[in-house]
């Protein structure tokens, strides 16, 4: 089971840049941390079929109406956890561990940051950054692979940056 931890994408439309697709295509779920931003940008990832995901603080009402402020799901007896905001900084993850310990998953995938970590304790601790709009790091995901109960993961660097994804959208909205 393959999976993409994405985050804080803050698309104001209901359009996936091309980059991105290219990227998620290969995944059998995708795990969105929130901060859609637009509850169109939330229906586009929704109409993939594959999206697991929970509302962010920039998430517009409609969003943070549908979906839940935290979820868990199990896949090959690995339990998953989602939130937004589980800390206020990449230096202290303490209080991300014990999120995790509350909510009984060996992994807690969060957004918020816009930069990406993984953490390996007692828990699996990700944060995939943002493909769309980075903080001191380059567009990214993480990609979680799941086999036989056995979990590898690894940060990856998406390759169309966010001046892509704003000239993409001037594009568009140009109608070339």
């Known amino acids: 089971m393959r999976i993409i931890a994405i985050s804080d994408t803050h ?15 290969g995944y059998d779920i995708i795990a969105h941390a929130g901060d859609f931003t637009s509850y169109e940008c939330y229906e586009a990832f929704e109409a993939t079929g594959k999206l697991k ?3 962010g603080n920039a998430d517009d ?16 007896g690995v339990k998953i956890g989602i939130v937004h905001e589980g800390a206020l900084s990449l230096n202290d ?10 909510m ?15 953490e390996k304790s007692d ?13 001191m790091s380059d567009p990214c995901a993480v990609e979680i692979e799941i086999k036989d109960g056995k979990v590898s993961s690894e940060i990856i660097e998406i390759a169309g940056q966010s001046c892509d994804y704003i000239e993409y959208s001037r594009k568009l909205a140009e109608g070339k």
């Open 11 to 25: 698309i104001e439309t209901g359009v996936i840049p091309k980059y991105l697709v290219d990227v998620l295509i």
């Open 53 to 55: 995901a929970v509302h």
């Open 61 to 76: 009402a409609l969003t943070k109406q549908v979906l839940p402020e935290k979820v868990t799901f199990e896949v090959e």
């Open 93 to 102: 993850t303490t209080a991300l561990r014990y999120l995790a310990l509350e």
């Open 104 to 118: 009984g998953v060996n992994i807690l995938i969060f957004g918020h940051l816009h930069r990406p970590l993984i």
């Open 123 to 135: 828990v699996l601790l990700i944060c995939p950054g943002s493909p769309t709009k980075p903080r």
